[in-house]
């Protein structure tokens, strides 16, 4: 497997709780490599840009309100088969459905509010990445 990137998120309820340094350390312990991270207070359309591919779901304007909410980590991860595993370390979209170990079970308290978000593709991956950082902010 090809060393890949990733787009990562430490979201709102996290950063409001401290947890940016817990969150980035489980990724770190998992392999991966932070290239490129900033802190960003998002707007109501960037939020809805972000998320434009949910647009048509009940929790879209919950989502897009939760995460104009407070600051944002954005971050892009390297690592071996990146994708994959940071959406293994994140766990499941629920807490309640996440596996021991995982961020979200560790850290998230809702299915809303949980704590990170990442890739779940190599297409949706590089569009993410271009969202949110320009070629020189990533530096491997
Ligand atoms: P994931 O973040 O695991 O890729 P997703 O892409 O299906 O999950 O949804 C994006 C985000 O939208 C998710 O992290 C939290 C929110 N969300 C998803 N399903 C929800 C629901 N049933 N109620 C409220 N928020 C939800
Ligand atoms: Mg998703």
Same mark, same amino acid.
């Given at each position: 497997m090809a060393i890949e990137r990733t #787009?990562?998120?430490?979201?709102?309820?996290?950063?409001?709780r401290n947890l940016t340094g817990a969150i980035t350390k489980t990724l770190e312990d998992a392999g991966l490599r932070v290239?490129?991270?900033k802190r960003v207070w998002m707007s109501r359309r960037q939020a809805e840009g972000f998320y434009a591919v949910h647009k048509e779901r009940p929790f879209f304007d919950e989502l897009c309100e939760f995460m104009s909410s407070g600051p944002t980590i954005v971050q892009v991860l390297e690592g071996e088969n990146a994708i994959l595993k940071n959406r293994e370390v994140m766990g499941a979209t629920n807490p309640a459905d996440a596996?021991?170990?995982?961020?979200?079970?560790? #850290?998230?308290?809702s299915i809303g509010e949980n704590s990170v978000h990442g890739s779940d593709a190599p297409e949706t991956a590089a569009e993410e990445i271009r969202y949110w950082f320009s070629d020189v902010e990533i530096v491997g």
């Amino acid at each position: 497997m090809a060393i890949e990137r990733t #787009f990562s998120m430490i979201k709102p309820d996290a950063t409001k709780r401290n947890l940016t340094g817990a969150i980035t350390k489980t990724l770190e312990d998992a392999g991966l490599r932070v290239v490129a991270s900033k802190r960003v207070w998002m707007s109501r359309r960037q939020a809805e840009g972000f998320y434009a591919v949910h647009k048509e779901r009940p929790f879209f304007d919950e989502l897009c309100e939760f995460m104009s909410s407070g600051p944002t980590i954005v971050q892009v991860l390297e690592g071996e088969n990146a994708i994959l595993k940071n959406r293994e370390v994140m766990g499941a979209t629920n807490p309640a459905d996440a596996a021991e170990g995982t961020i979200r079970k560790m #850290f998230a308290t809702s299915i809303g509010e949980n704590s990170v978000h990442g890739s779940d593709a190599p297409e949706t991956a590089a569009e993410e990445i271009r969202y949110w950082f320009s070629d020189v902010e990533i530096v491997g």
